[in-house]
């Protein structure tokens, strides 16, 4: 139980963090200006910098005095004895059954060792033989021939469908594996850049179930990810002051997995974070 005093210093807390985290992205929202590494954060993952910023204690946390009680007006609280104020678990539960995938995704991949050996080239094929970039007022670093070499010189090894997904054509039949939806929980391991970054979606699908504060060192998480698979990109992105990871390099394949296998340790942490929610939804 957390008394009035203490969760008003956390929500602070967390809005303070927010802000300065998302300060950057809503300036240039406002300007106009797209970026090529961090919009992903707010696109492909659709949560909102003011979703973001909103405090939620979490299951098993309860609030205590009389300003809790405005919370009662927002989906997914209840009373609770002693005038305390709370997550609604079977409500939630009964809305959200992605719980329970969610709980076993993130098991199958806790249970698995992390594969280092992909370098990251899911972005190179996704810009393999085509004119159809995702960024295209980013040149590519080798060039159109020198990126196509790349990927016809490398064993492509993507696990993740939401990677493979946005691979060219001519590039699917490269791959050795074949990732599908229905089959994620089979596929997805540790060691995957995508994987990790997902840990942020799972945080705020099970929102306000998950304490705020995970849901951001998740965003953060993300964030750090996100630029290394943008740095080993064919993209050339010096000029947004990014210096590339050489993956076509025996040097750059070093410095990737190395911080690859960095992301697997923090991301198996938080992993078992949202288990941990995951089990107290579960468990009630």
Known sequence: MLTEQRWRERAERHGERVDALVADHLRRRREGVRHPVEDFLFTYYNLKPAQLRRWHPGVGTVLAGRGARVRLEERFYTELPGGTVGLDTEAFLAARPVVAFVERLLSSVASRPPHLGCFGLHEWAMVYRTEQVRHDRVPLRLGREGTDKVVESHRIQCSHFDAFRFFTEPARPLNTLRPTREGQTAMDQPGCLHANMDLYKWAYKLTPAVPSELVVDCFEFAREIRTLDM????????AWGYAPVRVETA???????????????RGAVLRERLL?????????
Do not use: I, N, W
Request: one cysteine or more; a negative charge.
């Open 231 to 238: 740095r080993a990109s064919p993209y050339d992105l010096t």
């Open 276 to 284: 941990d929610v995951c089990r107290a939804l579960r468990e009630g």
């Open 251 to 265: 040097e750059g394949k070093a410095d990737y997995m190395r911080a690859q296998q960095d992301f697997a340790g």
